[in-house]
């Protein structure tokens, strides 16, 4: 038990900011920067469009500043997460006007960080139909951009409205995406709540005043290549 609290005590010094005892400086100061410039490599590199784009200088900066809080990651992977978190909190995407898209671009690359770390189990995929209940997978993210970030584009002309599914690709193991319409990412943001997929297309074409059956062909394919892809899977009700 005290050996336990020993190492947590050492942890919190080294890893997460807290005050060093007197008489014991030197030694954990080099810990601590030891392990704050291994933080340092960690985030450069989840963030490495960000970085080239703002500068080194912007960055390093940024970094210097997150790093005397406490730390509150357990994992090192995550901390591009609590990096992110920080950045959006202190406003610090607001110093780049010129960069209107560095928030969402930051966002997409710790996206990327995080489809790819997790682990994934899932039942083997079924053969799509209209009567059954889906859910967007845990391996996939539904999200709206006001730039092309995940193409790569960055530029203020390009600002609107982009609709866009990224997730784990299990054959290439890469992360993917795919861009689709309103339409589409309206359909996967609520089917989960409705008894089956028919039934949420339904609800579509009548808000949208058009033909149920012709939407139910026209989105077919791509919704058979989404579980094909683990982009959406069978929603699983608890019955308890």
């Known amino acids: ?18 005050e060093i005892p007197e008489g014991t400086q030197p030694g954990l100061l080099t810990y601590r920067n030891l392990v704050f410039h291994r933080y340092k490599e960690v985030i450069l590199n989840a963030f490495p469009l960000l970085r080239e784009l703002t500068g080194k200088t912007w960055m390093r900066h940024q970094i210097n500043i997150f790093r005397k809080r406490k730390i509150q990651s357990e994992f090192i992977w995550m901390l591009p997460h609590e990096f992110l978190d920080f950045l959006h909190a202190s406003g610090a995407f607001s110093e780049l006007p010129e960069l209107p898209w560095a928030e969402e671009l930051a966002f997409y690359e710790w996206l990327e960080i995080e489809l790819f770390m997790k682990l994934y189990d899932f039942p083997p995929v079924t053969k799509f139909s209209y009567e059954t209940s889906y ?85 077919e394919e791509t919704l058979t290549d989404f579980l094909r892809e683990r982009i959406i899977v069978e929603r699983r009700v608890n019955t308890l």
């Open 1 to 18: 038990m005290l050996e336990e609290k020993i190492q947590e005590r050492f942890f919190n010094i080294v890893a997460r900011g807290d």
């Open 135 to 219: 859910q967007i997978s845990p391996s996939a993210r539904l999200q709206k951009f006001s730039f092309p970030v995940f193409r790569g584009e960055f530029s203020p002309d390009l600002r609107g409205e982009y609709h866009v599914v990224t997730f784990y690709n299990f054959k290439t193991h890469q992360i993917n995406y795919r861009e689709i319409t309103k339409s589409m990412f309206q359909l996967l943001s609520v089917m989960q709540n409705e008894r089956t997929l028919g039934f949420a297309v339904e609800q579509l074409a009548k808000a949208e005043g058009i033909d149920a059956n012709e939407t139910r062909d026209i989105l």
